[in-house]
DNA sequence: CTGTAGGTACGATACGTGTCATACCTAATG
DNA sequence: CATTAGGTATGACACGTATCGTACCTACAG
């Protein structure tokens, strides 16, 4: 486990306001669900998302979603895998994943 | 049905965002909180939670609470009562109350 | 009438947030 | 080596947010 001491530490129970605000982007959002959707042990790059957002943002936002205990992330050098933290979320806040999940989102204008 | 159209249509599903986003802030997470552990018709003024905040900083929380759908409010000439809107918020947002009233909340200094 | 209690609208303030550009890093490729 | 891809830190900016003070409203009590 290589997360540094800004991130949830293993075991403590995730922050509510901050996963709360975390969530509050929808671009945040986005990324959870998607992951929350994918086969349970997928690691997926910031950029694999596909977000018609700079880098810099990018990093902002897995950040703040790292820092809320919603997602790990391993470094690989030039690029990071992030994993959807779901035991601890399931355990933390029952029921959020699929709160999240099963709101419609409009598909965006091409 | 007395509401504005700023706030939420019965009948319409809760925003996700705009909901996750009025619970990020600590004082409206624990008015919602104790509207939920309350008796099914609680009704609440403002100024009954006792918060050490302004009423004015009362007045822009409840009208957060009350146009992201969480609450609904009846004027009542000099004060307003709050009531949950559990069964909208169970409709759209399924265990979000459980999450609230299960989060471990720091007591305040005396 | 005045005072109290419970509100709202408005403007102002300090801080937070989403975003970007820039410079830099790591790693891989040709 | 240069280029590409995937990142981070930093600073700047525009906007949003929580807060307050003020003036005003409604309703009630004396």
Same mark, same amino acid.
């Given at each position: 486990m290589?997360?540094s001491d $800004? ?5 403590t129970? *995730? +922050? =509510?306001?901050?996963?709360l605000s975390? @969530?509050?982007d929808p =671009?945040?959002?986005q990324v959870?669900? +998607? ?5 349970? %042990?997928?690691e ?10 700079s880098? %810099?943002? *990018? $990093? &902002? &936002?897995f950040?703040?979603?790292r820092?809320?205990g919603?997602i790990?992330?391993?470094d690989?050098?030039n ?11 399931e355990?933390?806040l029952?029921? @959020?994943?699929?709160i999240?999940?099963?709101e419609k989102?409009e598909?965006?204008?091409?």
């Amino acid at each position: 486990m290589t997360m540094s001491d $800004t991130d949830n530490a293993s075991g403590t129970p *995730l +922050e =509510l306001g901050s996963v709360l605000s975390a @969530l509050a982007d929808p =671009l945040r959002r986005q990324v959870i669900r +998607e992951l929350a959707q994918a086969p349970v %042990a997928t690691e997926r790059t910031c950029a694999s998302f596909g977000f018609p957002v700079s880098k %810099a943002t *990018l $990093t &902002h &936002h897995f950040r703040v979603l790292r820092e809320a205990g919603l997602i790990s992330q391993v470094d690989r050098g030039n690029s990071r895998a992030a994993r959807l933290r779901r035991e601890e979320i399931e355990c933390s806040l029952p029921g @959020l994943l699929a709160i999240l999940v099963s709101e419609k989102v409009e598909p965006v204008d091409p």
